[in-house]
Structures are given as C-alpha cells and as structure tokens.
C-alpha cells in the first residue's frame, strides 16, 4: 500500500498538538462539531471564525500552560467566560485557540470579616451572588446575564447592571486578581485589604479590557452586608419621551434609587410571547423603580418616585403589592433579550448619555427607527443613562440587516453628539471598534495601543478585539 | 572694559529658558530662595534638591507648554499640588522643573442633574467640597489634609481620607480627565456619562500614578446628593489592642460606619499642647465612629457601635452629645500630625491590613517602638485596616533617626506578613520605592515599568517616582 495514495487528514495547527501534550486528558477539544459552538459569543452578528482548538483549564498553572503554548506557536488566544458577550469580545478567529474558563467554578474563599470574596474566574454571577447570601453578604453587580455569565467575563468587560445606579459596576467591586500576562507569567495584581495605592493600578486596567492584557484566573472582590429588602414601583408611560423626563427629575431630585429601569412594549411583548405573563396590554412603556433605603426611607422614596412618576404623565403609577408582583416585572426587564432573540438576530446597542439627556436620546432612537423601517425594542437602565435600543431583523432578510446596521452607526452618532459614550457596559470588542474610533482621539487610541504592545508584546492576547 | 573679566553669573539651565520665552511674564519662578520652598512636599525625610525652575501654568495650554519645553530639553518634571504629599511623590530632584498646579483653582462647572463636578487641578479639596454643598451635593473623599490640598494632588495619590470606610477612595469618584501625556499632548480620558467602558481604562490608570504619567490638567468627579446629618460615638479604651478589637467586632457584625477612627494618646497630647483642647486627659486611645444611615436607621447603628465599643473594653463610650461636640472629636483627628510635626521631623506610615488583622498589627507597633526606643504615635481609618503609626525624632537627633528608619522597615515588614500593602493611601513616592519592591513580584514590578515606558517614552515625568 503506497504511503502517498492516502489524501493526508487536514494537519492540524501546531499549536493543538502543543495544548494536548501540556494539559491532561480531556482538556483540549478538537471536534470540529464541538469547535463551532465556540465560534461566537452572543454577537453573532460580529465576525467569526471556527477556532482551532478549545482549551478548557481547570487551574491556573493549566491557563498558564495554554498561554505559553499560543506564545510559542504565536496562535492568538481568545479567552472565554460563559459566551454571552453582546460586542463580539469573545468571538474566535481562524487558527485561534479559545480558552473557556467553564471548568474553573470554585469559590476559593468567602470572608466575612474582610468581606470579600476570591473565586475562580469560572464561577456564575448568580452562584457567587447565592453563596455569599448565605453569610449574610452581598456581591451588587448583577448584569441581566448574571444566572449565565461568569465573574470572569463580568471582570474582563467591567459588567454593569441593574443595581449600578446606586451601586457602581463591576470595577467598583475588583480588589485583585491573578493573571496570565502576555508573557505567559502567572502574576497577582491588586491587593486583599480594603485600601491600598502600591503602585500603577493594574488590576483596574485589567478590569474591562477584555482579555486583550491578560488570562484572568483568579479575582478577588469585595462585598457589601445584605441590604434591606426593596420598595418596588412602576410607572406606566404612553411615550419613552415621557418615562425619560420622570428619569430626569428623579435624579436631579437628588434620589439615589437602587434600580431605575425601562422597559418598551415590544419588550414586553416578546416576553408575553414567550413567558404568557400578560405585561404588555397596560402601557407603551413601563418604568420600574426600586428604593433599599432601611426602614421609612425606603418608604419616602418609594414615594417620591411614584411622584415624579406622575408629574412626568404617567397614565399608572403604584407601588408593587408584594415581592412576588415586584418579581415578575423585573424578570420581564430580565427575559426581554433572550425573548428579543426569539423573534430574528438581535443587534444590541449599549450607548451612555448624560441623564439630563435620555427623554432626547429615547425620542431620537424612535425616529431612527421610522426611518430605517427597522424594529427597535429598548430596555433601559434608565437611571444611569444607559439605554440598549435592541434592533430586530426577519431571519435572513438582507435588506433589512443592512437598514439596521446603518441605524445602529446612526444611533452610535447621536449618542456621540449628546455628550455619550458607544458603550456603557458591554464593552467594544469587535461591534464598537469604529465607534471607539469615532469617541477617542488619534492620540488616546496611540496610547491605548502603546499600553497594548507594552503587556502583550507578542500580539497575541484577543487580537484584533477593541483597538 | 575687557569683557572676560567679569566672571560669568551661574548659567540657568537652559530648560529654564525655554520655560520663560514659552509662558507669560510671571508664570515661571527662578529665585533660588523661592526654589527651596518647592524642594520637597511634606516628606523631608526622602531625598530632595532645589528645583531648576517652578512654573505655575493658568492654562492646560500653559501646563502643555511646560512638558514640551521640558520633552525638549530632556528635562524631569516634577508635578505638584500643595506639596501635602507624605511619601515624597512631589520632591524636586536635581536640573528638575516642578509644576505647580498653584493657580489652576477654577471650579469649572458643577452639574447637579448630571452629579458632576469639572474643575482645574489646583482647586483644593474643601474648597470644591463647599462650592458642592451649595447645590446640595458632596464630593465625598476627605484627606486629613483637605483644608489644604488639591484635587488634582488627590487624584494623582488616589487619596483617602476618613469617610472611605463607607464611601470609597478618590478613584471611586474620578469619571474622567484631560492631562497633558509624556508625549505633549494634551488629551481626554475617560467620560462624563454615568457608566462608561469605551477602551482601556487609562482615566483609572492616571489616578494614583503620582505624576509619573501624564500631567492632569482638569478632573472630572462623580458627586453624591448631600447626606443626613452623622451621629458620632467615642469610645475610651486603656490599650490601642482592645480598640483594634472593637473595630473587628464592628465591620464582622455587618456594620458600615460613614467613619471609623482612632486616635492614641501621644496624638491627643500633641493637640492639646498645640490648641489647649483638654483631650488627653480621659484615655490612652480613643475611637470615633460615625453612623449616616438614614433616620432611625442611624441611631440604631450609632447605638450598635456604643455596644460593640463597651463589649470590647471601652472604659466610657458615649454619644457626641451635640454638633460641636462631635465636631471638636475628629478636629483633635484631623490636627493630630500638623500637632505633631511641632515636636519634630515625622516618618510617616501609611500601611494597610486586613480588618481582622488590627488589633494584632496595632501591637505590633508598640513593640517596634519600644525596641527601637522610637516615639510612636497612632492615629488609623481604622475601620478600613488603613494604619498611620508617625515616628517622632528630636530635631538633629541622628541615631534616634536612624532607629526610627529601622522601626519604619520593620512595620512595613510586619504589615506585609498579616496580608497588607505598605501603603493604604499616601503612595509609594519615594519612602515607599524599596516597600514596595518587597510587595510585589519582580514580574509585576517589570509590568508596571513596561507601561510607565509606554506611555513616558522619554522619562521625563516624575523620573524616580514610585518605581
């Protein structure tokens, strides 16, 4: 039998072979089929590409290993929490080694007395959340991913979330970590105690820069004491225009809610399509507020919102009568986007505007979709000004992703023109590197990428992700 | 007349020269007296010489004009707000020319709807914390040193102060900011929008880094709307250990004072002696805590604290019976190192431990100063494990200075075997360059010095800072 009458099986990339012989068994996967469920996160809209391999560490000297094993074979890395990125962060690359964190889930440590906590950068927002409820302590940021996404993915694109209005994101909450640095060193940034200043902040610019400084594999956040138990309201509005200057007031009324969120009746719809929960016949536009003040100041600023509530127009304003009622409206608020994703791809917008500004942004967003004739839903955490306008298309209907991706770039415009930012918490990675072009000036850009080239000399931490 | 006759006047460096065509009249200081009173900021134990030159731009134009005279001529720069600093972070070195921030007071806009503050970075902290209270608003980071210095200080020490217990440091309250970066470029970072991830963090980055990044020319803070009045409680213990366990006890029981301090007697008698306050009569250390919880909520906290304060050993422990009362207490706190500093050259500490770690650590100092036969008084942000053990030498005492730099080693020392870092809040500067060596890994270390060169490609900012 010739040796050459045999077409040789596709040669796999150097870099496979490398991952299989430095980690233990069943670690690397390399079936084709179980490659493409690795391709994208939740932008599949963003570029793509089947990776090469997927390597699934369970400790960091093994994230250490696949590290050194993409230095050696210069094979871009992609580093991967829980896939529900909405800017292509975690999107793979032809010939790209996808690093998923899946199986790194322990909570190393929960301490009361220090409050914080160290986890592997594996573990499930809503898991670390549980855990730490159980001693009393709570961990605030909480994305709408959160019974999904992972503190890793959280930390690499610095998540936000309902509670930030009051509470402060995920960079708010990041004491420490350890790393994989570009250079294939396993490193401890940060710190434990509650204070310190020793030298640069690394472990803040780690936060957010999803993974293109580093493989997280280790943080160390801090907690709060449980808090009170929430006053929830809701107002119902017959315009976004009109939910956005209740908004307005509440803030320049020097109320500090612990959520302030808006929710439109295609959200609500698609919810009640999908989850039969009824929402959707009452209003155009539901704004829901909550207060954790203790005792009768939650009260009073329960009130208060319900007030501004009304002054602004609503057509229904009440506090909810129970925690099971106040529940199902902020699962709806929290359903919206896998309901959204029923109904076609989803291009999700995640702009930032002053607050003053949300009624003009609201009403701008509303004639950009007349006028691309594109489905808008909008979700909102109103009272941060950070507003996810959710464009639908028909499956496979060209035209109209076009239409979209032109409003979408409109949308990117407006918010620029208002003061905004293209992106409040979801980070750039592939969807919003023209509009960080578009934000930032060529010499920010220059230093970003100096910072880049400085810790990833090698190019090969997320390449091509975010600058 | 022959003209080589005359010997020549000391030639000025020829940056000084440049200097004085690129700014207006008036702008650019070199007497040699005046110099002297900008070598070095209030760390006179590190290392300092008379600067070549102090220029004190009006402008962010006027502060760009000074780097690139000084990229020009290769010369240091050195960045200075009040010269408050306490690890030397502001020291003039040799040929150097410092910045001052002097005349850039402007407070630019304060925006309540938006709950931001934009203002130059010579405006000093109370001044802005004032201006914020007319519009019902609170910038909430407060620096023992806060009557005198700067924003622009605070924010390139990531300063503390005595209500980071509850709310968080001067990082926690930076949105953005423009600077002047080592290349002479005057840019923007960061945002003014409520949330923001839009790129590498590099507005985070500047905070902290001592100058040895960027010159900031305005800062853009977060505020808070003003809050409820504070209840404040005292409590006298005989020993500094029984207080550090009544601090444990507090923050282990869930507790969120908007202040936890500690004052020892060494400090109360140099108040006394300074402003004839009657203090140090009633206890050998006494802890001040502070409770803004809303309502009832506040004296129920006030009152949890008193009962914590007397589980652990106070010998009297007591609500602030007024304002004033209440006030004179964290006035004895806040004069307490200008008080000492009378007595004496000061050797600041500044580490930070683990909360629980308090009571141990605090005894650990008085056994230093007892071996080193080195005056050692304490006061600490407590509550955040955020320890300031000053060591107090008789003018031109050379072996007392040499043993006290001894104990100040070994407290570093000790702090880092309880799980600390050498510096809570002042900053690495230049008394802390060897700490933190022994704090962080070579790794880290060279991470760190592989941005500053990414970013100071010519190693004119703040040369021999930090790292």
């Not at 896998?338 to 917008?349: C, D, F, K, Q």
């Not at 990675?429 to 930032?440: D, P, Y």
Request: aromatic fraction near 4%; charge should be negative; include cysteine.
């Amino acid at each position: 039998m010739s040796t050459t009458a045999v077409p040789p099986a596709a040669t796999p990339a150097p870099v496979v072979g490398a991952l299989l012989a430095a980690l233990p068994a069943g670690r690397v996967l390399d079936d084709p089929d179980v490659l493409a469920s690795y391709a994208h996160d939740d932008a599949e809209w963003a570029p793509h590409a089947v990776p090469a391999a997927v390597a699934r560490p369970r400790t960091a000297e093994e994230a250490q290993a696949v590290v050194r094993a993409c230095l050696e074979h210069r094979a871009p890395l992609v580093p991967r929490g829980a896939g529900t990125g909405l800017s292509g962060g975690a999107n793979a690359s032809e010939g790209a080694v996808v690093l998923s964190t899946e199986h790194m889930t322990d909570i190393v440590e929960i301490d009361g007395s220090e409050r914080l906590a160290v986890v592997q950068p594996g573990v499930v927002n809503d898991d670390l959340r549980a855990a730490c409820a159980e001693s009393g302590l709570w961990y605030p940021p909480d994305p709408a991913s959160s019974p999904w996404s992972t503190i890793g993915g959280n930390v690499a694109t610095n998540a936000g979330g309902v509670c930030c209005v009051k509470y402060g994101v995920t960079r708010d909450y990041v004491l420490g970590m350890q790393i994989v640095n570009g250079l294939g060193e396993l490193v401890r940034l940060g710190r434990r105690t509650a204070k310190g200043v020793a030298g640069l902040d690394l472990a803040g610019l780690m936060v957010g820069s999803e993974g293109t400084l580093g493989v997280i594999t280790e943080v160390t956040v801090k907690l709060r004491p449980a808090r009170a138990p929430e006053h929830t309201v809701a107002g119902y509005f017959d315009s976004v225009v009109d939910a956005g200057r209740a908004v307005a007031a509440i803030t320049a009324a020097g109320l500090t809610p612990s959520a302030l969120e808006l929710v439109d009746r295609t959200c609500l719809e698609a919810v009640d399509a999908w989850k039969n929960m009824g929402l959707a016949a009452e209003a155009d536009v539901v704004l829901l507020g909550r207060s954790d003040a203790p005792g009768a100041a939650g009260d009073a600023e329960a009130a208060e919102m319900l007030a501004h509530f009304e002054a602004a127009g609503a057509t229904f304003a009440a506090q909810a009568a129970d925690p099971e009622e106040a529940d199902a409206l902020f699962a709806a608020r929290r359903l919206a986007y896998p309901a959204l994703e029923r109904l076609g791809p989803v291009l999700t917008e995640d702009v930032c505007v002053p607050r003053a500004a949300v009624p003009e942004m609201l009403g701008r967003i509303q004639d950009i979709g007349r006028r691309y004739e594109t489905t808008i839903a909008n979700i909102a955490h109103a009272g941060d000004g950070n507003l996810h306008p959710l464009l639908i298309t028909p499956v496979g209907d060209e035209p109209a992703r076009r239409r979209a991706q032109a409003a979408f770039e409109e949308i990117l415009a407006d918010a620029l023109s208002l003061g905004g930012t293209v992106t409040g918490e979801h980070g750039v990675g592939l969807l919003k590197r023209e509009g960080l072009q578009r934000e930032q000036s060529p010499e920010v850009l220059a230093m970003q990428g100096a910072v880049k080239a400085a810790l990833d000399p090698h190019g090969i931490l997320n390449p091509g992700k975010v600058l």
